[in-house]
């Protein structure tokens, strides 16, 4: 008896000491902003009852359209024929402390509407045994999905494609290396360029000859990635309610040594939230100002996924409206976006002081919102009390989940709700999975954009596989180019692309197109078609604001000398519009040295960008990582672990330290990291905050860098070694005695530093 008194002691020890992983991260005291007796209680409700505490702005309807077996929902994908295929991830967060996280019992189910009434009343098991699903994309063969930190792709077939077949092949084994469950790429988004995007990584796959692709692409966001009409990308943080891009993907990305920086996201709206329930139940409510004077939320912490609305059932000003889930807050956000002449996404607030949807009920954690293929805008309730992960949580808000019984698993509790509008019928989602090719044709000008991306990548699957029949059909279609057809023009351009050969015809018509997204989406693809025909045509164009930065694109990958004059004359024209020069030189791809030899530049910016990517592109000129001693080999190994796992620098900065763009510094290459060593380790052990500049370059995001006195002295020596000697660093060693003197140096400091602390303005 004495012994197992002993371990249950010990068991309870160990039980604590991971719930207070996440005090280690700032120097705080946790004092209740809310004293108990003021917070309501939590209690778990049913169906009728959850959607009782929901408010939805007037004129809306919610109906919960799944049936009471799901557990956990996560993220949705969407067939041919409008079936739903969904991810639970089940062991995220059974209890305070992670017990089990990794145990496979994660479950791809795909859930069915048998009876036309709209609701999800059949369910089908395709795969379980799952650890941590997070991401799934349905193709006509088979399905690309992320579990166990790696993806996969398993073919599909039986009865309507519900059984899978045969052994699942491994697409990328780092597909979600680091990190833990809050900070793994997610949302394999098939955008318009036939690519698939992710949150929170820096890489994009695509199938092409029957084998999988990774490609390097920005690193965008934590949770939550969307695309509009023209293939735009939007995203997120948890603290960042949206951001949006100014043109399609990859634009810069044309030399595989060199990407000029350039900015790609804007941030859109600001990141206010309003409540209806006070929040004392997130982490770290305790710092001021996280929640107002009523005891709510003032701005996202866990702003998640998200979609740009497309469809057909809400009225049409909803159309390009943004809807953003923030569980920690239990509400649905909505913002419209607008563009300015020259694309630059902004946005606000759809309603003042109020939200599209709120929720009274804490157990009400919506993370993932769809355009559906009926139409109407479906969206994901995890129904989970414990939202934030074990890694960051504090005490504080342990007491709190399990104060209210927030703390305990609540099984089948998942909803997959559907908000329609009360005026407009819900459309049944056409069945395109035996669709001929015209009739797929056809539904690329459904107004439901859903609709007509799941009909483009039909195309794309069926005229790019070994049945050469099917693009014999596709080719032989007279395409309409009228006005009343331009979405379908637009999807046709990038149908096309997937062959490499785009039809001159449909390229010289899409350039005089009203639409300016089609005429940039036919300047980017010009270079598929014949250059005879179309070359001489774009050299000879006017363009607008609207479509400056694809004609520069276009003019790049002619590379010839009139294409270089031509956007030489161009580039000095629109010279006040943001990112041009850059877009050039990133674009010219490897012809860029043959291009400079055409003309002297004068521009100093242009005389820069192509001085650089010359450089970097002969392959002696290629940033590399500095030696490392060998007798350090082992404690870079040991950090690289720790900058991937433990430490979850990647999470943040990037697999390589490249960070995010306009929202994170890099730490490779830093001038931070290359300076005084000391000034690293400070950060490691007490955090930083405020505005900071990193290589010139200003962030001020609000963003913290908390600190880790979790980590051991020679846990931060080890991680210091690793960082420094990332591409781009000019390497250094620091030793563990090192970290532990500046440790009692610093041990009387209770605040986060400040840039100013470390790096005075007139040393900076």
Known sequence: ??????????????????????????????????????????????????????????????????????????????????????????????????????????????????????????????????????????????????????????????????????????????????????????????????????????????????????????????????????????????????????????????????????????????????????????????????????????????????????????????????????????????????????????????????????SSDEWFRPVNIYTAPDGTLWFIDMALGLIQHETYMTTYLRNQYESRGLHKKAQNNGRIYRISYDKNKITPPPKLSKASIKELSEHLNHPNGTIRDIAQRLLVERITSSDASQLIQWSKLKLPTDTAHHLQQLHSLWVYEATGNIPAELILNSLSSPNNDIINSALELAHLSDPTAINPAIIKLTPKPQTIHSYIFALAKISSEKSHNKALETLKKFKDIDQINPLYAGALGLNLAKVADYQTLKDNELKKLFSEAISKSKKSNIVKAPPIPKEHQANYQKGKKLYLGKAACSACHGLEGQGQAEILPPLAPSDWVNTDKTIMAKVILKGLAGNIQVNGKKYGTGQFMPARPDLTDSEIANLMIYIKHLKGNKGGIITADEVKALREATNDRTEAYTQQDLIPANKK
């Open 1 to 358: 008896m004495k012994s197992r008194n002993l371990l249950l002691a010990s068991l309870i020890t160990i039980s604590n000491i991971q719930a207070q992983q996440g005090d280690k991260r700032d120097n705080l005291p946790q004092t209740d902003p809310i004293p108990a007796s003021e917070i309501p209680p939590a209690p778990l409700l049913n169906t009728q009852q959850a959607i009782a505490a929901i408010q939805l702005t007037d004129g809306f309807t919610i109906k919960n359209i799944a049936d009471e077996n799901i557990t956990q929902p996560l993220s949705l994908s969407f067939d041919a024929d409008g079936r739903a295929w969904l991810i639970e991830m089940t062991q995220y967060m059974v209890d305070p402390i992670a017990t089990d996280e990794n145990l496979p019992t994660g479950k791809i189910k795909i859930l069915e509407d048998s009876t036309g009434d709209g609701v999800l009343d059949k369910t089908t098991i395709f795969l379980d045994k799952l650890i941590l699903p997070r991401a799934l994309a349905v193709t006509s063969d088979g399905l690309l999905y992320a579990h166990q930190d790696q993806l996969f792709f398993i073919k599909r077939g039986g009865e309507n494609g519900t059984l899978p077949i045969g052994e699942p092949q491994l697409i990328d084994p780092d597909y979600a290396l680091g990190g833990n469950a809050e900070h793994k790429p997610n949302g394999l988004l098939l955008a318009r360029d036939n690519w698939y995007y992710n949150a929170k990584s820096e890489y994009r796959y695509r199938k092409i000859d029957a084998k999988w692709l990774k490609q390097k692409t920005a690193f965008r966001g934590q949770w939550g990635i969307a695309q509009d009409n023209a293939g735009r990308i939007y995203h997120n943080t948890n603290s960042t309610l949206l951001v949006g891009e100014q043109m399609r993907p990859n634009l810069f990305r044309q030399n595989p040594n060199y990407t000029p920086k350039h900015k790609i996201n804007h941030r859109l709206a600001n990141n206010k939230t309003y409540s209806i329930r006070i929040n004392p139940g997130v982490n770290r409510a305790y710092i001021p100002k996280t929640l107002n004077t009523d005891g709510k939320l003032n701005n996202c912490t866990a702003a998640a996924g998200m979609t740009i609305y497309r469809g057909d059932n809400f009225p049409a000003e909803y159309q390009n409206i943004a809807f953003i889930s923030e569980p920690a807050a239990n509400l649905i956000k909505a913002i419209k976006i607008n563009r300015d002449q020259t694309n630059k996404p902004s946005g606000k607030f759809l309603y003042k002081d109020k939200e599209f949807l709120a």
